[in-house]
């Protein structure tokens, strides 16, 4: 069946520095949608950004994300982290095919200290 | 604005006591979602629905059963709550699948069975 993996549990950056979390999938359909979904402390998880066409670069509050069905991969960056951007973040995986649920991975948290 | 809201908050129960969570979305959406959150396992889908009368299984449904009473209502319950249904529970609504799979999650419930 389908399946999402995050790789880090947790991911721990100095204020500044580059972020990447990695995401792949696995699906035998040929049009995955990917999301990122991001959660702070003591919230619900909320939609940062969404993509189903390959190749193409989407980006939401300073994140950015390509969808690149070749290597199944959907890894979410920003160029400089800050403190505020400390949350557990999910990847998700959706398609036309299955009554809308979305398979989500495990999670990275991201810690940015100082 | 849309909203998913869960109640209660916060619920203690103990081992073989009667647990039944609420859920309710202003959204209009068709898809309905119970997921439960642990450390180390992410968001596990429980039982899921896409529409009122309908309900189809999840990845983790033992132990669990729901039932969508309205398009705005959806109820997860606990007939015999055990100590491995200690968890932080989401409800989550989504207008369609696919590109459409955008989740607006509730705030929550916190379960402890004891």
């Known amino acids: 069946g389908d399946s999402v993996t995050q790789t880090e549990g947790l991911v721990t950056l100095t204020e500044g520095l580059p972020v990447m979390l990695n995401c792949t999938y696995q699906?035998?359909?040929?049009?995955?949608?990917l999301f990122w979904y991001v959660q702070h402390l003591n919230e619900s998880p909320r939609l940062l950004l969404k993509?189903?066409?390959?190749?193409k670069r989407t980006e939401h509050q300073g994140f950015h994300a390509t969808l690149h069905k070749s290597s199944s991969s959907f890894h979410l960056q920003k160029s400089s982290a800050q403190l505020s951007d400390s949350a557990l973040y999910y990847c998700?995986?959706?398609?036309?095919?299955?009554?809308?649920?979305?398979?989500f991975g495990q999670g990275t948290k991201l810690s940015i200290k100082p | 604005e849309a909203a998913v809201t869960q109640s209660p908050r916060n619920k203690v129960t103990v081992t073989g006591g009667n647990v039944t969570l609420s859920c309710r979305q202003t959204?209009?959406?068709?898809?309905m979602y119970w997921y439960r959150q642990d450390t180390g396992h992410g968001l596990r889908l429980i039982h899921y629905?896409?529409?009122?009368?309908?309900?189809q299984i999840g990845d983790v449904p033992d132990g669990y059963k729901a039932t969508r009473t309205t398009q705005e209502d959806f109820f997860l319950l606990l007939e015999l709550a055990s100590p491995s249904q200690t968890s932080l529970y989401f409800c989550?609504?989504?207008?369609?699948?696919?590109?459409?799979?955008?989740?607006?999650f509730g705030s929550g419930t916190r379960l402890l069975v004891i």
């Open positions: 989550a609504s989504s207008p369609g699948q696919g590109a459409n799979s955008d989740y607006t």
């Open positions: 699906t035998i359909y040929s049009n995955p949608f």
């Open positions: 993509s189903f066409t390959d190749n």
């Open positions: 998700a995986l959706g398609g036309n095919y299955n009554q809308g649920k979305l398979i």
């Open positions: 959204n209009s959406h068709n898809y």
């Open positions: 629905s896409y529409g009122a009368g309908n309900l």
